[in-house]
Structure formats: C-alpha cells, structure tokens
C-alpha cells in the first residue's frame, strides 16, 4: 500500500510518521538500529513513538542516529549533533575528520539518506508516494533552500516542505482559523520557542504559509529539568543524564518518585522538584518571557484577546512543571492534547489537505508528427482539471520508431488553452429561427512549454522503423511538477523513473 512519509527535525531527535494512503492508518516509523523508542503519557494512555537521535559519527563506519549511543560514539570528535542546527547553517562549517574534510551539509545529507533509504526498504521505494519535510517558521527559506538542495543531490523528486506552525494548526483541526491570530508554543529538549502568528493561503507552494508577527525564544528545555534532577539526587548516586530523563517520565505520570538502585534508595516528588525548579526562577523566567511576547505583540495590535487558540507542542511540554504554567497564563486557549505527535501528524494532514483541492489549470499535450508527415497531432497527457500529486500514472502512450536507426525521441510539451470568452459576437439565427449571440472563440492556444530544454529520451540499440518502441508514463508532483516514467519495450527495462520535466500550472 503506498504510504505518505512526514519527516520533523527536532534539535535533539527526529520524529518519523506514515500514513497508509487506502486505509488511512498512521503509525510512529521505527527504522531499526537507528530509531530509539520512548514512552509517551497521553489524553488517551500510555504511547510508545520511535524517535531517531539527530546525530551522526564518522570514524571506523559511519554511525547514525542510536547507532551512535549504541557504540559509545557520542562524545567522539568525529561526532556531529543536532540536525536541525546543520541544515539551518548558510556556512557549511568544515571539519576535519581523519583523511578528509566532512561539512556540516555533509553530515545532516549523510544522516538523511540513511533515513530516507531505511524508509524506502521499509514500505518499498515505489511504495512511498511522497516525502514531507517539516522545518521551523523563523528561518523557513534558509532549511527550505537546504532541503531543495539535499533532494536535488539525491534525486528525491517527490517531497513537501512545510512549517511546523501549519502543521500545529492542522493537527489541532483548526484549519478554519485561517487568518486568525495564534499563538504557536514549541517546547523541545534544549529549547522553548514562543511564535505569536497567522496562518494565511497562498495560490503558491507551500499552500499554507505561517505569518510571524513576533517570536520569543529561550536556549532551556527538558535538559535543564534533568540537570535539575540529576544534581538533587547526586549526593546519593551518580546519575546519568539518560536516569534523570527517565526520572522525569515517571514523575510526568506519578507523583512521587521512589528507586532503589546498588542498595541505595532514591526518592523525589514532584513537589519537590517543582520548587527546586522555581528557586532556580525557570517558572518566573517563562512567564515574563509570555509577558514580553504580548508587550511587543501590542505594538502590532495584537492584544491577549484577539488570540483564540494557543498550539502547544513538543515532547517537553507534557511534563507538568512547563504544562502547569502555560495552563494558569492561557487558561483553555491552551490546546496540548496533541503536543507529542501534533507536527509530524498535522504534516501528513497537509498533504490530504493539499491533494483535495489542487487540480492542474490547462490540457497538457505532447506534440508529434502525423503518419504522413504533412502536420502535427496531439495527445492530452495531462488533463486540465487532473488533481494532483499522482502516483500510478495519468497517461501512457507508446512511442514508435519513426526511422530505421533513430537514436533518440525528443518530447514536445504543449500547454492548450481554450479561450473562455471573447469579445468577438456576433447575432444568427439557429434552426427554429430564435435570434440568438454567439462568442466566435478560436482554436486552443498551444504552448512549446519545454522548447528550450527539451526532454531527449536516447535509443539503445537503434530504432527500427515503426517499431513500438517506448512506453511512457506521466504523472504530477505534488510542486506541479510533470513526472515521466520511460520503458524501452525492446529491452524491457525502465530508463527514466518519475523524472521531473516542466512545471504546470
């Protein structure tokens, strides 16, 4: 069954969702050694979802995601982290690494392909109708531009990219509060980012774009509510910081916290911790940075009312200490039912979102030579009205030979256009002799969309004269992209496989 793949770079971790496009099922992506699974409290219960660590390590192999904890490679020189930090450098930050020079780009490429492979020999490459990527709204051009590259490199051809907040809203079934004042909260491992936006339409890609009225941002998340818990219990027994994270899921579900680890038992309550936490002045420190984000939001004329819903998500929002305080500021605005799968999901709501309402302008043709050589007929490959992205093919046609030894098929793409209306009119009479206006509308327009690239499809062997020779298969990208699928009859092999050609309307 041909899956949708939404892919979401956190700091720390990346979350990986799929969607089964007949049944409509949807599930967290384990990809093997590379994935780590951790158990989330929800509204609904106890969920375990699989989370790739944003790393990778060059030294003996290379060494992706858990791999690189699973080998003790973690603190390595030869290791980079995070991965939305990589994709977001404009500078690609060298380093050298043994007997060559590895690029930040390098690394977040490397560990992408490594996904993205993992992905296909999961479900079957032919099998993943398409990719979406899902990066921040603060810097959305720059990871846009990164992944554009990355996809070009790898000849990905099928993928989205979209901004989390979109996502959030979607997610959250909000898709009405378009051009609405939001606020967007996104509380991760090593960072707590607070975005006051819109969500607005576009008649481009992306379809739905956030507005950033204004941002705030705080480098502190769940990591700092482990060193917290870490240090408190370090007087009885070293801790890692993996022991204090998990210490932190126990106490999100239970109260109180009791172990006993080596014969020494380690106790916290969750009372305890929170007023460890607000000695620290984290509580104060995130409610004068909400207090901020309106002061500035009124210089733009945004006030606390004028916002409806607050989109709360990340993994670090559930725990109770952050949950409480955004609770008693936002009062029920605060939407946090979904805040440990709401971007990945919300992404994969995107792409339904976007496949219902998009259709293809115009009639799209390919131009050829009549059999007697005196004129040119053409054939619809794309009809105006097709909704896109397509994935089994609009349209096939065979291609002949058209001459003993011909080395090669040039595709000619027409773009036809019929006139709606016109200002030529003029007065007749019809049959049962009522007057009657009608518009004199000309012959389609066509369009040589592709003369100055044109796509050459090369014959090997030769083709002989009359020969069936091609079967060619067209399908539309979710960019609105002409997708061309080539086998040569002859020797029964696929030579083009979904190459991206003209860009429709």
Same mark, same amino acid.
């Given at each position: 069954?041909?899956?949708?793949?939404?892919?979401?770079?956190?700091?720390?971790?990346?979350?990986?969702?799929?969607?089964?496009?007949?049944?409509?099922?949807?599930?967290?992506?384990?990809?093997?050694?590379?994935?780590?699974?951790?158990?989330?409290?929800?509204?609904?219960?106890?969920?375990?979802?699989?989370?790739?660590?944003?790393?990778?390590?060059?030294?003996?192999?290379?060494?992706?995601?858990?791999?690189?904890?699973?080998?003790?490679?973690?603190?390595?020189?030869?290791?980079?982290?995070?991965?939305?930090?990589?994709?977001?450098?404009?500078?690609?930050?060298?380093?050298?690494?043994?007997?060559?020079? &590895?690029?930040?780009?390098?690394?977040?490429?490397? $560990?992408?392909?490594? *996904? #993205?492979?993992?992905? !296909?020999?999961? +479900? =079957?490459?032919?099998?993943?109708?398409?990719?979406?990527?899902?990066?921040?709204?603060?810097?959305?051009?720059?990871?846009?531009?990164?992944?554009?590259?990355?996809?070009?490199?790898?000849?990905?051809?099928?993928?989205?990219?979209?901004?989390?907040?979109?996502?959030?809203?979607?997610?959250?079934?909000?898709?009405?509060?378009?051009?609405?004042?939001?606020?967007?909260?996104?509380?991760?491992?090593?960072?707590?980012?607070?975005?006051?936006?819109? &969500?607005?339409?576009?008649?481009?890609?992306?379809? $739905?774009?956030?507005? *950033? #009225?204004?941002?705030? !941002?705080?480098? +502190? =998340?769940?990591?700092?509510?482990?060193?917290?818990?870490?240090?408190?219990?370090?007087?009885?027994?070293?801790?890692?910081?993996?022991?204090?994270?998990?210490?932190?899921?126990?106490?999100?579900?239970?109260?109180?916290?009791?172990?006993?680890?080596?014969?020494?038992?380690?106790?916290?309550?969750?009372?305890?911790?929170?007023?460890?936490?607000?000695?620290?002045?984290?509580?104060?420190?995130?409610?004068?940075?909400?207090?901020?984000?309106?002061?500035?939001?009124?210089?733009?004329?945004?006030?606390?009312?004028?916002?409806?819903?607050?989109?709360?998500?990340?993994?670090?929002?559930?725990?109770?200490?952050?949950?409480?305080?955004?609770?008693?500021?936002?009062?029920?605005?605060?939407?946090?039912?979904?805040?440990?799968?709401?971007?990945?999901?919300?992404?994969?709501?995107?792409?339904?979102?976007?496949?219902?309402?998009?259709?293809?302008?115009?009639?799209?043709?390919?131009?050829?030579?009549?059999?007697?050589?005196?004129?040119?007929?053409?054939?619809?490959?794309?009809?105006?009205?097709?909704?896109?992205?397509?994935?089994?093919?609009?349209?096939?046609?065979?291609?002949?030979?058209?001459?003993?030894?011909?080395?090669?098929?040039?595709?000619?793409?027409?773009?036809?256009?019929?006139?709606?209306?016109?200002?030529?009119?003029?007065?007749?009479?019809?049959?049962?002799?009522?007057?009657?206006?009608?518009?004199?509308?000309?012959?389609?327009?066509?369009?040589?969309?592709?003369?100055?690239?044109?796509?050459?499809?090369?014959?090997?062997?030769?083709?002989?004269?009359?020969?069936?020779?091609?079967?060619?298969?067209?399908?539309?990208?979710?960019?609105?992209?002409?997708?061309?699928?080539?086998?040569?009859?002859?020797?029964?092999?696929?030579?083009?496989?979904?190459?991206?050609?003209?860009?429709?309307?």
């Amino acid at each position: 069954m041909a899956k949708t793949v939404s892919i979401f770079f956190n700091n720390v971790n990346l979350q990986i969702y799929s969607q089964d496009e007949k049944s409509g099922v949807i599930e967290s992506v384990h990809l093997g050694d590379i994935s780590t699974t951790v158990e989330i409290k929800t509204p609904k219960g106890r969920e375990k979802i699989h989370l790739v660590p944003a790393m990778i390590c060059y030294e003996d192999r290379i060494y992706c995601g858990q791999e690189v904890f699973a080998h003790k490679k973690f603190r390595s020189p030869a290791t980079f982290r995070y991965m939305k930090q990589y994709i977001g450098k404009e500078q690609y930050l060298p380093r050298i690494i043994g007997d060559q020079e &590895i690029s930040t780009f390098q690394a977040a490429a490397d $560990l992408l392909i490594n *996904i #993205i492979d993992r992905i !296909h020999e999961l +479900y =079957g490459k032919d099998q993943v109708a398409m990719i979406v990527f899902i990066v921040e709204p603060l810097n959305f051009q720059i990871f846009a531009s990164t992944i554009e590259e990355f996809c070009l490199r790898i000849g990905l051809i099928n993928y989205k990219i979209v901004d989390e907040a979109v996502c959030a809203l979607l997610a959250y079934d909000l898709a009405s509060q378009i051009d609405q004042h939001l606020v967007y909260l996104m509380f991760g491992y090593t960072t707590i980012d607070f975005y006051l936006i819109k &969500i607005v339409e576009s008649n481009r890609e992306p379809r $739905l774009q956030s507005v *950033i #009225i204004c941002s705030m !941002h705080k480098n +502190y =998340g769940g990591v700092d509510i482990d060193k917290v818990i870490h240090d408190s219990l370090a007087d009885k027994l070293p801790l890692s910081m993996k022991k204090a994270r998990e210490i932190r899921g126990k106490l999100n579900v239970n109260p109180n916290y009791r172990e006993t680890i080596d014969g020494i038992e380690l106790s916290l309550t969750r009372n305890d911790l929170h007023e460890l936490l607000d000695q620290k002045g984290y509580g104060e420190e995130l409610r004068m940075l909400l207090r901020d984000l309106f002061d500035l939001a009124s210089g733009f004329g945004v006030t606390f009312d004028n916002v409806a819903y607050v989109l709360g998500c990340g993994l670090s929002l559930p725990t109770p200490y952050y949950q409480d305080i955004m609770r008693d500021f936002f009062g029920p605005k605060l939407l946090s039912h979904r805040t440990h799968d709401a971007i990945p999901i919300g992404a994969l709501k995107y792409l339904q979102k976007g496949g219902r309402q998009a259709t293809i302008k115009a009639n799209y043709a390919i131009r050829s030579r009549t059999a007697k050589g005196d004129g040119y007929r053409y054939d619809i490959i794309v009809p105006k009205g097709t909704p896109y992205p397509t994935q089994n093919g609009i349209t096939s046609i065979v291609a002949n030979g058209f001459f003993v030894g011909q080395l090669e098929v040039e595709l000619d793409i027409i773009r036809m256009d019929r006139p709606e209306s016109s200002s030529d009119r003029e007065i007749v009479i019809d049959d049962a002799g009522r007057i009657q206006m009608e518009e004199n509308l000309g012959d389609e327009q066509q369009s040589f969309i592709n003369q100055a690239r044109p796509e050459i499809i090369p014959l090997d062997p030769p083709a002989l004269d009359n020969e069936q020779r091609l079967e060619i298969t067209f399908d539309v990208s979710l960019n609105r992209d002409l997708l061309i699928t080539v086998k040569d009859l002859r020797r029964n092999q696929t030579i083009w496989k979904r190459k991206k050609s003209v860009r429709m309307e």
